[in-house]
Each structure stands twice: as C-alpha cells, then as structure tokens.
C-alpha cells in the first residue's frame, strides 16, 4: 500500500463489509473503488468478504428482525473448557495462555456476530453434514443413560453425545482413543442432572484412526466408553 496515508487505509477498511453488501451511497462507494484501485491488501480483504456477503443475500428477510442469542450453553461450555483444562494438570503455562487465548477470541467474534445486523448466527461455517455412525456405548454409572453417534469429518471425528443422569454442575471431558491407545481430548460439558443433553464433541483424530471414546467425571473416572 505505498502511497496511500495509513488513516485513510484504515478507515476505507472499515468500510468495505458494507460496499461488499452494496451499501452506501454513490460517492461512498466510489470513495472506496479509489481506495482499492490501488491498496492490494483492501482488495485482499474484500476478496475474502465476498463469499460472506454472498451468504447473507441467501438469507431470508423474513428472520432478519428476529434477536440474535448465543446457543444455549455457551458460556457454560467455555468455562467448562477452561475448567477441564486446569484439570487436566501441570501443562506449560504457555500452552494454557495460547489455549485462553483462542476461547477468549472465539468467545469474542461470537459476541461480535451475534450483535452484528440481527443475522450472526446464521453466519457461522455450516458443518459438512457427514453421514452419522451409531456407535456402542458402556454406561459405568447406573445414573446415566446415554447414546452417541459419531461423524467422520475431514477434520476428525465429532462424538455426538446425548443422554441424561450427568451430575448437574459436574465438569465431564470427553477423550477420543486414537489405535495406537493415545487419548485424545475432545472437550468438556456440563452435566445437567437429569435433563436431557445433547453434545457435540470434536477431534483432532480421523475416523480411521479413532476406536472409541471416554467420557471422564471431574475425578477422572470413566463414566461412559465406547469402542469401535
Ligand atoms: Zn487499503
């Protein structure tokens, strides 16, 4: 961006989720055709606004007017997180800082699109829809009743959870077991007593190389397994 003054770089930048929606009027929009006409990183920008704005064009006007909330839960699975994370015992404190670090920034842009033009929620990345796999579960305490499924993602597989008899308040991780017998974290619920719980659980771990999970209390027991 060589020539351009820094504060009009800035400011144009702020502009462009709007002229990538088509707001503004003639001669902002042409303000902003300048700008980029010479600035590649603006251009960058609204090449990767593009597809976004896309989306929103696809989205019914008749939901715009309705309020925007968070998912149920999600302040409680983040401290959840957080809390499994502690747990989980000496780790460097870099790690931990890195690991709060992204909640914090997940946390926050969830904030920002669910305040942002009453659509937020529909913004967030529609998960490929994988084909769900029933899987067996072995319940070890008698208070639960529980089924899972799991899909094979690009990414690795997510344990959809659901069940009740989960020890309201009680922090449960989840790991998945990889075959050469490494358990790898999935994340971490809340237990809500007898209400029903539905959750989805995501690892690092292919299908291919996943043969079952564990779902830990806070004391580290395994309450609930699975193989496959
Ligand atoms: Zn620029």
Redesign the pocket.
Known sequence: ?SG?PRD???E??ERLGGYALGHGDPAERAAVRA??D??????A?LAELAPVAARLADIDPDHLDETPQAPPGLGDAVLARIAAEERRGPRRVAERRRLRTRIAAGVAAAGIAAAGAGVGWLLRPVPDAGPLEAVPVRIEDADIDARADIVPHTWGVEVKLSGSGFTAGEVYSVTVRESDGDEVPAGAFLGVGPAELDCNLNSPVLRSDATGFDVLDADGSVVLSSRF
């Open positions: 961006m351009i009009a770089h800035r144009l930048r700008h980029l010479g600035c590649t990183a603006c251009r920008e």
